[in-house]
């Protein structure tokens, strides 16, 4: 149990008083009041240890972040969450996640009780999702299809997942860390979970020839620093990974930075102790002998975004990679997928850190049904290089933290850019709200961060734009190439980039 100490931050203190987790037991109580008659810290602090976010920007109405880890859905499930949301009629949306995760919007707390218990009938959970938890974990979208896959991951992301939640019961044992904690398991040559800005990621390598994982730490972004993760100098067989995870956590949650919260996760430890510290420190934890990394990792291949069609490594099965602009969902969408998910695969479907679907396991007879089908009129196989390839944060629409909208914006940008210019390649575009990074500008080949701009002696919505993120083999991160740019002086800016740096042409 961590002290209370004068010199810790006001959500020490917050949660010194009492655990996040003990709103799960007042729920009834919540609903019969009301949002406006709760505690201040439990509706807008406390209830996101169970997922559920109070919205300033929309008060009364909640986000509810859920954990699906490697992303993975079923019909049922998928089913269950537009049931959740065709409550709420145009309020109702959700959002998929750059941690392949699904958020819900317009959720009322006098529902909470009722929507619980629904996801709990097909064993969803959004427990420990927010504040000081460890967040959705990320595998490969295509693991256990894919033929060049070294590991399938899913089991062991799932295993990790119930350690660490009790099974979606809610686990003390992990609600108290200093700050969020970013896990990542690769078990693919490409890197598709963005390993290098994780707090502690898994990469797969051969150590004397025995299958396993090299593993990194640190990685982060955040307003006040970003810091891509390094190496451990650590090697871990599969059945290590959970055990070795559990010990991190055990040390970051002992020894963690509490003071000041925007000095607190993992790399602000690691730069006070060296990481030879934090080594040996989680090596005595793990109370297994610790390998040193292996000389090599097995990340070879250029990171994909899976759209399209894709034999899998089972025989006569395709995977079929879907577009959802900007990852953003209705009630109908949740219902569609989970039909076309039902009718032409096996009744799974799955998400990526793109915002995007897959659904796995479509038999060879009836692929030309399902690329024929309607929804895949909404959600392209096969958008064009300009809208393929932009992620979005929240923004302004529901974040608070937002200096600009971005879902809108993007969609825009990447509307107009798509018809004035032609790539020969997709262009990664990410867009983010703010400096917290949600939506990572720093992997993208054009990041676009939201800032305010004084334009004519008037403040308005500006970017300043990040380049050269690389993802995949060799992943590292982007930095800032132009600061302050006006959203409404932007669009000839991005042409240009596209021209100077990705062989655009300008259509005639
Ligand atoms: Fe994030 C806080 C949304 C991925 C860094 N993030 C927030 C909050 C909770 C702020 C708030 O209360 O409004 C945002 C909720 C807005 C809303 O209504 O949706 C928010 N973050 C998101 C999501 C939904 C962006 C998206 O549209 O996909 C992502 C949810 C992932 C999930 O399923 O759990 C999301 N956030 C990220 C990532 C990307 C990643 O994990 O790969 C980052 C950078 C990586 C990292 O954390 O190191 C990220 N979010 C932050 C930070 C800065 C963290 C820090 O150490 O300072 C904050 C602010 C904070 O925690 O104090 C933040
Ligand atoms: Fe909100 Fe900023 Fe995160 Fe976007 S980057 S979701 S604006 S906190």
Request: net charge negative; proline share 5%; hydrophobic share 40%.
């Amino acid at each position: 149990m961590v002290a209370t100490t004068p010199s810790l931050n006001k959500f020490e203190k917050l949660k010194a008083e009492k655990d996040g987790l003990a709103v799960r037991a007042e729920l009834e109580s919540f609903a019969q009041m009301g949002w406006e008659a709760m505690d201040n810290n439990d509706r807008e602090h406390r209830l996101k240890w169970l997922g559920v976010f109070w919205r300033p920007v929309t008060p009364g109405k909640f986000m509810m972040r859920l954990r699906l880890p490697s992303g993975i859905i079923t019909s049922a499930q998928l089913r269950v969450l537009g049931n959740i949301l065709q409550r709420y009629g145009d309020e109702g949306s959700a959002d998929i996640t750059t941690r392949q995760n699904i958020q819900l919007r317009g959720i009322r707390i006098e529902d909470l009780p009722q929507i619980f218990a629904e996801m709990e009938s097909v064993h969803l959970t959004s427990v420990q999702s927010g504040m000081d938890n460890v967040r959705n974990i990320t595998g490969s979208p295509v693991a256990g299809l894919e033929a060049g896959e070294l590991y399938d991951t899913r089991a062991m992301i799932q295993e990790l997942q119930d350690k660490i939640t009790n099974g979606g019961a809610g686990n003390p044992e992990f609600t108290n860390l200093p700050r969020k904690f970013n896990i990542a398991i690769a078990g693919c040559r490409d890197n598709s979970v963005h390993a290098e800005i994780n707090d502690l990621a898994f990469i797969p390598a051969f150590k004397n020839e025995v299958f396993g994982f090299n593993i990194v730490v640190g990685g982060f972004f955040s307003a006040k620093r970003i810091e891509p993760a390094v190496p451990l100098d650590a090697w871990v067989p599969p059945e290590g990974v959970i055990p070795f995870s559990l010990a991190m956590l055990r040390v970051f949650r002992d020894h963690g930075l509490r003071a000041n919260r925007l000095k607190s996760r993992l790399m602000w430890l690691i730069d006070e102790w060296g990481i030879e510290k934090l080594r040996s420190t989680v090596a005595a934890e793990y109370q297994l002998p610790l390998a040193t990394a292996a000389a090599k990792d097995e990340i070879e291949w250029e990171k994909r975004d899976h759209l399209g069609v894709y034999a899998q490594k089972q025989e006569g099965l395709s995977y079929v990679g879907i577009h959802i602009p900007l990852g953003r969902l209705f009630a109908e969408d949740m219902f569609e997928l989970a039909r076309v998910a039902e009718i032409y695969g096996s009744g799974e479907f799955r998400f990526t850190v793109e915002q995007n679907g897959i659904i796995p396991n479509v038999p060879a007879d009836r692929l030309d049904s399902l690329l024929a089908d309607s929804l895949l009129q909404k959600f392209s196989i096969a958008p064009n290089n300009l809208t393929r390839s932009v992620v979005s944060c929240t923004g302004a629409q529901f974040c608070n933290f937002a200096l600009m909208e971005t879902k809108q914006q993007a969609e825009h940008f990447a509307n107009q850019l798509a018809d004035r210019v032609t790539v020969p390649e997709p262009v990664r575009f990410h867009w983010t709200g703010c400096p917290n990074s949600c939506g990572q500008p720093q992997v993208a080949d054009i990041g676009l961060m939201g800032t305010k701009v004084r334009k004519d002696g008037k403040m308005t919505e500006g970017v300043d734009i990040y380049m050269g993120g690389t993802v995949g083999k060799d992943a590292h991160l982007g930095t800032c190439v132009m600061k302050g740019v006006a959203c409404e002086d932007l669009l000839p800016v991005l042409e240009e980039l596209l021209v100077k740096n990705f062989e655009g042409k300008i259509k005639v």
